[in-house]
């Protein structure tokens, strides 16, 4: 059995825990991050615990985190414009996972993404990491909820074909934008306490934005439907994104 940690070891721990940059924040934005991660880790854990996981299901699971690692690497040499919107289309994954395997696993997706970014890609604000993949967690966790609950057939079944095969796109379109919506105003909420006189558009960076959101839903919801088709097809999707990401931050 491994000792416990020492009183020396402890104090270290506090010494690490207040030196977070999180703790330099105004109240009203700091008790909203903090309550926003809260929330996605119990839920995290809950829909984990609830969850019935099989052989196969892990396997698409970590296929798909793989590809979202590999999207990361592709273009962590390449430097983010300070002050940009940042675009790592790992939400291309998430969506392929909200809809294609049971909801717990969209609630933990962002997880080992987030730690893998933060081991590999130099962050001066951790907390903002862990504050994004938080409200991506409740987002893609909600969005895979109502897909497997607005109409478990569909989910059961998967595409199919035909009229079923475009009514199953339909809603998985549907189910990304929701995610979308959920993620964004999480986001809004926390950047209206940190600059309370910014507009809307000055936050979300008007029609490009928009433009890129769209371009992103675009490449989610048909790599979902090629997923839902044969897991083993990913492959062929992970290239055209792997560039795309990479002409995004060259093209900031």
């Given at each position: 059995?491994?000792a416990?940690?020492?009183?020396?070891?402890r104090?270290?721990?506090?010494?690490?825990v207040?030196?977070?940059q999180?703790?330099t924040?105004?109240?009203?934005?700091?008790?909203?991050?903090?309550g926003?991660?809260?929330?996605?880790?119990?839920?995290?854990?809950?829909?984990?615990?609830?969850?019935d996981?099989?052989?196969?299901?892990?396997?698409?699971?970590l296929?798909?985190?793989?590809?979202?690692?590999?999207?990361?690497?592709?273009?962590?040499?390449v430097?983010e414009?300070?002050?940009?919107?940042?675009?790592?289309?790992?939400?291309?994954?998430?969506?392929?996972?909200?809809?294609?395997?049971p909801?717990?696993?969209a609630?933990?997706?962002?997880?080992?993404?987030?730690?893998?970014?933060?081991?590999?890609?130099?962050q001066?604000?951790?907390?903002?990491?862990?504050?994004?993949?938080?409200?991506?967690?409740?987002?893609?966790?909600?969005?895979s909820?109502?897909f497997?609950?607005?109409?478990?057939?569909?989910?059961?079944?998967g595409?199919?074909?035909?009229?079923?095969?475009?009514?199953?796109?339909?809603?998985?379109?549907?189910?990304?934008?929701?995610?979308?919506?959920?993620?964004?105003?999480?986001?809004?909420?926390?950047?209206?306490?940190?600059?309370?006189?910014?507009?809307?558009?000055?936050?979300?960076?008007g029609?490009?934005?928009?433009?890129?959101?769209l371009?992103?839903?675009?490449?989610?919801?048909?790599?979902?439907?090629?997923?839902a088709i044969?897991?083993?097809?990913?492959?062929?999707?992970?290239p055209?994104?792997?560039?795309?990401?990479?002409?995004?931050?060259?093209?900031?």
């Open positions: 059995m491994a416990p940690p020492s009183r020396r070891d104090d270290s721990i506090l010494t690490r207040r030196r977070w999180i703790w924040l105004s109240w009203p934005l700091k008790g909203y991050l903090l926003v991660i809260t929330v996605a880790v119990a839920v995290t854990a809950v829909a984990v615990a609830r969850a996981i099989d052989g196969g299901d892990v396997a698409v699971y296929g798909l985190l793989g590809c979202g690692i590999v999207t990361i690497e592709s273009a962590r040499t430097h414009i300070k002050g940009a919107i940042s675009r790592d289309l790992q939400t291309v994954w998430y969506l392929a996972i909200a809809i294609t395997l909801y717990a696993f609630f933990l997706a962002p997880v080992p993404l987030a730690a893998y970014r933060l081991w590999r890609v130099r001066s604000f951790a907390y903002r990491r862990v504050f994004s993949n938080a409200t991506i967690s409740l987002a893609y966790g909600a969005a909820l109502a497997h609950y607005a109409e478990p057939a569909a989910a059961a079944r595409p199919g074909t035909g009229a079923h095969a475009l009514a199953w796109t339909g809603l998985v379109a549907c189910c990304g934008a929701l995610a979308w919506l959920i993620n964004n105003g999480l986001l809004l909420i926390a950047i209206r306490f940190a600059e309370p006189a910014a507009r809307v558009q000055e936050l979300f960076g029609r490009e934005t928009i433009a890129y959101d371009i992103e839903l675009s490449l989610a919801v048909p790599l979902t439907l090629v997923v044969s897991p083993g097809l990913m492959a062929f999707g992970l055209s994104i792997a560039l795309y990401r990479r002409y995004l931050l060259h093209a900031q």
